[in-house]
């Protein structure tokens, strides 16, 4: 029963944040008058000494130490003696734990965020690197128009900003300080939480200390949130996947690896790897909210289950954002092949709009271009083969110009609105881009 109650395997890495919760709420009590100065200043001297312990590598974990919060009293108690037992007045391990978490996470969703920049800066710079180069674009995997490659990169950086933005959102939400709250009911010794929560650089303090002690909405949403980020990382991964396959991009050795037995090999592991992690980012976010639907207030155990799949979320994304900062790095457009991929059936729309120019309705146009791209696959040439006479047999209103269509450039330079693939339209995305990183 001892080994399968036990959380200090996994919760040990909240130790930090255990022992600066605890020197706040000494501090507290102290200036609630439950603790003399003296008594407070030899509790604090002795938390440090755990914390320092913890830093050095040489603390201790004892049998009996049932998680982080009874090994690190254990310790100040031996430490400073029988007034170590003073310290948990009016403190339960429930809203100690719930503290502990809250800091933890906050910390964790800080880096995170930054490590989301520092990939949102990656494709930003690589998109201006590579501005001149034009690729295919597709719907349903089917040709479609041509797109600038940048552009292409620059429509997966738009879903992690809105990530990073939600990712801002969810800070300081989570950053209630619900100390004080005690096992359920709140604290009977007049303690200060505006108190509390400023020593410990909370934005606030919980609302309702039943509730405190059993809110765990801000690890459900940080798992659901990193759900949703693998997904966009997941698609990304997709795409390189197929562009890889190919040719149109090469991954640098570093995020590659051969085969043991094919010696031609070289597979884009990375991107595979940065694709599936989303399926288990999506089991620990439906698993805790499962753990969670239909809990009796207040704690209770199972509230325990809460932190190892919050720790793995937060590795793995922070490995994802780090791989995925250097694969975008590292990898090479091949701009012959992405050019390749283009036809001029993919300019279809551009003829189309050729004859909206000169007044023709586009659902007329729509249809005249229809009828030119039949001719040629009768004819079996490309688009761009069909004479003039051929085009103006289909319709009179083609005239010498309409030659000037069967340029990707020309179509690509079109798309001039804002979002659109236009190299200014592009490079204003990469500066908003930026403007946003400089923001977070
Ligand atoms: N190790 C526990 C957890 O992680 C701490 C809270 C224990 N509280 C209790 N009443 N047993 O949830």
Not at 117 to 124: E, F, H, I, M, S
Not at 219 to 238: D, G
Not at 320 to 343: F, H, R, S, W
Request: net charge negative; hydrophobic share 40%; with cysteine.
């Amino acid at each position: 029963m001892e080994k399968f109650n036990e959380s200090i395997g996994f919760d040990q890495r909240m130790w930090s944040e255990d022992v600066r919760g605890s020197i706040a709420f000494a501090k507290a009590n102290a200036k609630a008058g439950i603790l003399t100065q003296e008594e407070c200043d030899i509790l604090v001297q002795g938390l440090n000494q755990v914390h320092e312990e913890w830093a050095a590598e040489t603390f201790e974990i004892k049998p009996g130490d049932e998680d982080i919060h009874t090994a690190n009293e254990r310790r100040l108690t031996e430490i400073v003696g029988p007034v170590g037992g003073k310290l948990h007045t009016g403190r339960s391990r429930n809203d100690q734990v719930a503290t502990d978490t809250r800091l933890w996470t906050v910390k964790a969703e800080k880096e995170v965020l930054n490590d989301l920049k520092t990939l949102l800066q990656a494709g930003a710079h690589v998109a201006e690197e590579n501005i001149d180069i034009l690729m295919a674009g597709y719907t349903h995997l089917q040709p479609a128009q041509p797109i600038r490659y940048s552009h292409w990169l620059l429509s997966h950086m738009a879903p992690l900003v809105r990530d990073a933005q939600r990712l801002q959102q969810m800070i300081p939400r989570t950053n209630q300080c619900p100390l004080g709250s005690g096992a359920l009911a709140g604290n009977a010794f007049g303690i200060d939480r505006e108190f509390l929560a400023k020593e410990l650089g909370f934005d606030g303090v919980t609302a309702n200390s039943l509730d405190s002690v059993c809110d765990r909405d801000f690890v459900v949403e940080f798992l659901m949130w990193s759900t949703m980020l693998h997904t966009h990382i997941s698609q990304l991964a997709e795409d390189l996947i197929i562009t890889n396959m190919l040719k149109g991009v090469d991954m640098d050795d570093a995020y590659a690896t051969g085969s043991s037995l094919m010696p031609q090999k070289k597979n884009p592991d990375a991107l595979e790897l940065l694709r599936g992690k989303a399926g288990i980012a999506l089991g620990r976010a439906v698993g805790l909210t499962a753990t969670l639907k239909g809990l009796p207030r207040a704690y209770n155990k199972d509230l325990q289950e809460d932190k190892i799949p919050l720790f793995q979320a937060v590795d793995t994304v922070k490995d994802c954002l780090a791989i995925c900062t250097g694969v975008l790095l590292t990898m090479q457009a091949n701009p012959e092949k992405l050019k390749e991929a283009l036809c001029p059936e993919m300019l279809a729309t551009d003829l189309a709009d050729y004859l909206v120019r000169k007044g023709v309705p586009f659902r007329e146009t729509h249809h005249i271009s229809g009828a030119c791209v039949r001719l040629a696959e009768e004819e079996k040439i490309r688009l761009d083969q069909l004479t003039l006479e051929q085009l103006q047999n289909i319709d009179a209103r083609f005239a010498e110009d309409v030659m000037k269509v069967w340029d990707y450039e020309m179509s690509v330079e079109r798309k001039s609105s804002l979002g659109g693939t236009a190299r200014s339209s592009v490079q204003k995305q990469i500066d908003d881009i930026r403007v946003f990183c400089e923001s977070l």
